[in-house]
């Protein structure tokens, strides 16, 4: 099982970039989704959570309205669209996926985003 994240990339400063997190070898029945950020010398954030049987969504303050968390069931896959980038956006971005039951805790890899001119 496994969670592998792509769509990183360079962009410039208020340009987009949606990232994609896909589930192998599970599905997301029963999990919380969650994607965070690590910026280089600075602790893992969190971004967004899309989670409970109605797709509850929560953001960040510092990325409130300017992303998106969204799913799609049918390709086991979960979605971070961003807008508006700033400089300070860039990070590592990571997928987690973690079970209301507690027993799986699982992370993707990351996925670069840089933002700069």
């Known amino acids: 099982a496994q969670l592998v994240e792509s769509g990183g990339g360079l962009v410039q400063p208020g340009g987009s970039l949606r990232l994609s997190c896909a589930a192998s070898?599970?599905?997301?029945?029963?999990?919380?989704v969650s994607w965070y950020r690590q910026a280089p010398g600075k602790e893992r954030e969190w971004v967004a959570t899309?989670?409970?049987?109605?797709?509850?969504?929560n953001y960040a303050d510092s990325m409130l309205g300017r992303v998106t968390i969204s799913k799609d069931n049918a390709k086991d896959t979960v979605y971070l669209q961003m807008s508006s980038l700033k400089p300070e956006d860039t990070a590592v971005y990571y997928c987690?996926?973690?079970?209301?039951?507690?027993?799986?805790?699982?992370w993707g890899r990351g996925t670069q985003v840089t933002v700069s001119s």
């Open positions: 987690n996926a973690y079970s209301y039951d507690g027993v799986r805790d699982q």
């Open positions: 070898g599970f599905t997301f029945d029963g999990y919380a």
């Open positions: 899309l989670a409970g049987a109605g797709d509850t969504t």
